[in-house]
């Protein structure tokens, strides 16, 4: 033990003078989570121009700038300018978890100084103050008790476990968990960054966000796209040099399908469709707080959740009684709302034991108000929950106490395990017995038949195998006071099971996420006993728990769904593993021992209403509606984001390569330069943005839902993609080239009508791959507005004179305008063909 420790060992409960708190404030820091030095803002710069996509368009602009190309310089580093923008402001937003550590702090705390109790901020608590604690106080800093009566705490915001634990002398008591009852004097042994508050910060400061899916996905496209962009092109200046073109304007060309061949604006189209994806979630209560991060969702296929606050309501419930006749009820209710149903309606026994545990109770229940939208428990959380059950059989809490007033009383002590309390009105005297099932059931406490006594017994063990915490009650009418206190002879009224309810929703949505193929597991830091019950009724494979007591072996880890006593810090082993087998990994959680786990994950889903702030700043995603079936709608939504990014690659990729084939093959057939770089950089124009902004707001495919996640070393070009950007692209190349062949051998403007042919055959490929209409699926409609201008833009490009002068094109008559629009037709309609016969061959045999 050190110097310090020791003094303060020594130090009476008058706790520190002034000048003592003064030395240890400056020897050790304040009480707080020391905040983390965010990154400069040039270094997230930086981060953002390495993406291969931006590196691309930069050197593209370099080349420009170079030839003295202005227009295309400034077009190019515009969209570098936004994108870069967006990226450092959600880096910011999303670096913010640890600030709201300091925020869950006590902001006061009551300790002596100089012998007197003094009210001071939490932030200059100090190693050896003496802290008052009392019911409601969050404990502003781990602290060893001197004393302590009646001492309950709730320790659910750092283990996630919503049972309150009784601590006593020699306990210790840490930071950020709450006084639930009694009241206590302790002496601080570790603060800020030290304590249990401050190490999980230190986790969560160590954790860093991984690189999504969707980004990952994104940078191997773009290092790909470089090559075959940078090698084509350079081909292309190669052969028209050797055609005897000029080598500035063969540069220019050159460049001109770098820009082609990327689509520049697939940042855009990225995140516009994010944005969308966001504002549908918000609508549908959740809150995308890193935009990347909602199509990660699309990609999940493994959900890790908690228990508490989760899957269920994170507030104790009774959920089971049973009489010492031998009736069974099944209690159902949200919370502590004293309104909800018992199965079978409750007899004789039943509210015998409903009026018993009102009167040995010393909770009370408070309906919802302006600040506390819900029912809420004044006291110990069990005694709240046996007030909801008495008045969820019918009684009134206020006048049954009142028809029996409480006269005597031995409150609960965690060595008797029990409490009774003795009341007396005009006609009666009754005792009133709760606790362990063990004590209360003992024949010291209890005299029955033995029958019924084991009969109980039984009934307590089924209630602990399916993971509630049971109480047993025994009454009777005594001669006195003293009588009742002795606590013996009682009659037994029965059992009441009490537990954290299961959400009504869960097991719905366990089924939703099964049937899209994403894996749920359960962690949690309860008896294994607990979670494999809790398991069962949600509908999670159950057959193996692993429990954290000991260290699992990580095949184990790799299979079970079930994970018990497990801590704050396993829960990243846990998430490691998996992601070690190449799962995309969701972790949903609420308390402040989640949070480094919902920072580690792939995406870390946060409950907000019922949440710790801490939680809600780690996450990416945060439920306002503390709903897990929001999580399915979620995925539902991110799945539509990534299909709607690979509609627009479909789209914008093979309009490129359509462009860098005519360019290619164009001098084959007596065409020295089918395309000028500036008639190339409009097409871009026009196809790459409203059209392709447009295709992010795509509806959802049919049936996105029942399939299963995408292989999480899945290309973004996976599934058949490449195959149809490389015929798409051929077959716009093939009509382009053959309009442009059939007008030079015909003396008509070839080129002007390979470039009015181009542009309007990608926007009708876009029309052709958009989500197929149908009766009660919503629509699109600023696709076809998109297509539309972007029509009658290409065709201005021939028929405006200022436009005609930018570009380099002709007149077109009449019929040469029909040739361009019929020939144009053509790839649109022939993907739209074979995406329709697509749709009528079963997902079953496509997939095989």
Same mark, same amino acid.
């Not at 502003?140 to 009784?166: C, I, K, M, N, Y």
């Given at each position: 033990?050190?110097?310090?420790?020791?003094?303060? +060992?020594?130090?009476?409960?008058?706790?520190?003078?002034?000048?003592?708190?003064? +030395?240890?404030?400056?020897?050790?820091?304040?009480?707080?989570?020391?905040?983390?030095?965010?990154?400069?803002?040039?270094?997230?710069?930086?981060?953002?121009?390495?993406?291969?996509?931006?590196?691309?368009?930069?050197?593209?602009?370099?080349?420009?700038?170079?030839?003295?190309?202005?227009?295309?310089?400034?077009?190019?580093?515009?969209?570098?300018?936004?994108?870069t923008t967006i990226g450092v402001v959600q880096e910011i937003r999303a670096d913010r978890a640890i600030t709201a550590l300091r925020q869950l702090s006590a902001p006061s705390a009551r300790v002596r100084r100089d012998g007197a109790d003094v009210i001071i901020p939490a932030a200059e608590v100090v190693r050896g103050d003496v802290l008052v604690l009392a019911q409601g106080?969050?404990?502003?800093?781990?602290?060893?008790?001197?004393?302590?009566?009646?001492?309950?705490?709730?320790?659910?915001?750092?283990?996630?476990?919503?049972?309150?634990?009784?601590?006593a002398v020699p306990d210790e008591v840490s930071a950020g968990t709450v006084v639930l009852t009694g009241r206590a004097l302790t002496r601080v042994t570790r603060t800020g960054p030290h304590s249990a508050l401050g190490r999980i910060a230190a986790l969560v400061a160590a954790t860093r966000p991984a690189a999504t899916p969707l980004q990952r996905r994104l940078a191997e496209l773009g290092r790909a796209l470089g090559v075959v962009a940078v090698g084509l092109s350079a081909l292309v200046m190669v052969l028209g040099v050797a055609n005897g073109q000029p080598l500035g304007e063969m540069a220019l060309a050159a460049v001109s399908l770098v820009v082609a061949a990327v689509p520049e604006s697939l940042p855009a189209v990225v995140t516009l469709a994010l944005a969308l994806g966001a504002m549908r979630m918000a609508r549908g209560h959740a809150i995308a707080r890193r935009l990347h991060a909602v199509e990660t969702l699309g990609s999940v296929t493994v959900l890790a959740t908690d228990k508490t606050g989760t899957l269920t309501e994170g507030r104790m419930s009774v959920r089971r009684a049973v009489t010492a006749a031998g009736t069974v009820v099944a209690v159902r209710g949200r919370g502590y709302d004293p309104t909800g149903t018992v199965d079978p309606g409750p007899d004789s026994g039943v509210l015998d034991l409903a009026r018993a545990v009102v009167l040995c109770n010393d909770a009370e229940l408070r309906p919802p108000d302006a600040d506390n939208p819900a029912w809420r428990s004044l006291g110990d959380p069990v005694e709240g929950a046996l007030l909801?059950?008495?008045?969820?059989?019918?009684?009134?809490?206020?006048?049954?106490?009142?028809a029996a007033p409480r006269v005597a009383e031995e409150p609960f002590d965690a060595l008797t395990r029990r409490m009774i309390t003795v009341h007396e009105s005009v006609a009666f005297r009754y005792a009133v017995c709760k606790g362990a099932p063990e004590v209360v059931l003992d024949p010291g406490t209890t005299d029955c038949p033995a029958a019924v006594r084991e009969a109980l017994?039984?009934?307590?063990?089924?209630?602990?195998?399916?993971?509630?915490?049971?109480?047993?009650?025994?009454?009777?009418?005594?001669?006195?006071?003293?009588?009742?206190?002795?606590?013996?002879?009682?009659?037994?009224?029965?059992?009441?099971?009490?537990?954290?309810?299961?959400?009504?929703?869960?097991?719905g949505t366990t089924a939703d996420l099964d049937a899209a193929g994403i894996r749920l597991v359960l962690i949690t830091g309860d008896h294994p006993a607990t979670a494999r019950a809790i398991a069962t009724e949600v509908g999670i494979p159950a057959a193996e728990v692993v429990s954290f007591d000991t260290t699992p072996a990580p095949d184990s880890v790799q299979r079970a769904a079930v994970f018990a006593r497990v801590r704050p810090e396993q829960k990243l082993d846990i998430i490691a593993v998996l992601q070690g087998e190449g799962q995309v990994v969701a972790m949903t959680g609420d308390g402040v021992n989640d949070a480094p786990a919902l920072r580690r994950a792939d995406i870390g889903v946060a409950m907000g209403a019922g949440g710790t702030e801490v939680a809600r700043q780690a996450a990416d995603l945060v439920l306002t509606d503390d709903n897990l079936a929001t999580v399915a709608t979620a995925v539902h939504e991110g799945r539509r984001i990534y299909d709607n990014i690979r509609r627009f690659l479909r789209y914008a990729l093979s309009g490129g390569l359509a462009e860098i084939l005519v360019m290619l093959i164009g001098p084959a057939f007596g065409l020295a330069v089918p395309l000028l770089p500036a008639q190339i950089l409009w097409i871009n124009l026009l196809t790459h943005g409203l059209p392709g902004v447009a295709l992010g707001a795509e509806p959802a495919e049919p049936g996105a839902m029942r399939r299963p996640p995408r292989p999480p070393d899945e290309s973004v070009l996976g599934r058949g993609l490449v195959a149809s950007v490389l015929l798409t692209g051929a077959f716009i190349a093939a009509v382009v080239l053959g309009v442009a062949v059939w007008a030079h051998a015909a003396g008509a403007p070839w080129q002007t009508m390979a470039f009015v042919t181009l542009g309007l055959a990608q926007l009708g490929v876009a029309l052709a791959v958009r989500v197929p209409r149908g009766r009660g699926r919503p629509g699109n409609?600023?696709?076809?507005?998109?297509?539309?201008?972007?029509?009658?833009?290409?065709?201005?490009?021939?028929?405006?004179?200022?436009? +005609?002068?930018?570009?380099?094109?002709?007149?077109?008559?009449?019929?040469?305008?029909?040739?361009?629009?019929?020939?144009?037709?053509?790839?649109?309609?022939?993907?739209?063909?074979?995406?329709?016969? +697509?749709?009528?061959?079963?997902?079953?045999?496509?997939q095989a």
């Open positions: 033990m050190d110097a310090v420790a020791l003094r303060a +060992r020594e130090q009476t409960p008058s706790g520190l003078s002034g000048a003592q708190a003064a +030395r240890r404030l400056a020897q050790d820091g304040r009480n707080e989570v020391p905040p983390p030095r965010p990154p400069r803002v040039w270094r997230r710069v930086a981060g953002q121009l390495t993406d291969p996509l931006v590196a691309l368009l930069l050197a593209a602009a370099v080349v420009t700038i170079a030839l003295g190309d202005m227009t295309d310089t400034a077009v190019i580093l515009g969209v570098v300018v936004v994108n106080d969050i404990v502003p800093a781990d602290a060893e008790l001197l004393e302590a009566s009646q001492l309950t705490v709730d320790e659910s915001a750092l283990t996630g476990e919503s049972v309150p634990v009784g601590r909801a059950f008495a008045g969820r059989c019918g009684l009134d809490v206020a006048a049954t106490r009142s017994r039984a009934a307590a063990q089924d209630m602990a195998d399916a993971g509630l915490r049971v109480l047993a009650v025994a009454g009777m009418a005594v001669d006195s006071r003293e009588a009742g206190l002795r606590g013996a002879g009682l009659a037994p009224l029965g059992l009441v099971g009490i537990g954290d309810p299961i959400r009504p929703e869960a097991a409609p600023a696709l076809g507005v998109a297509v539309a201008l972007s029509a009658l833009l290409q065709l201005a490009a021939v028929g405006f004179g200022p436009l +005609r002068a930018l570009l380099h094109t002709s007149p077109l008559t009449w019929t040469q305008l029909a040739v361009c629009v019929a020939a144009a037709v053509l790839p649109g309609a022939a993907v739209a063909t074979v995406s329709a016969v +697509r749709r009528m061959v079963p997902d079953q045999a496509r």
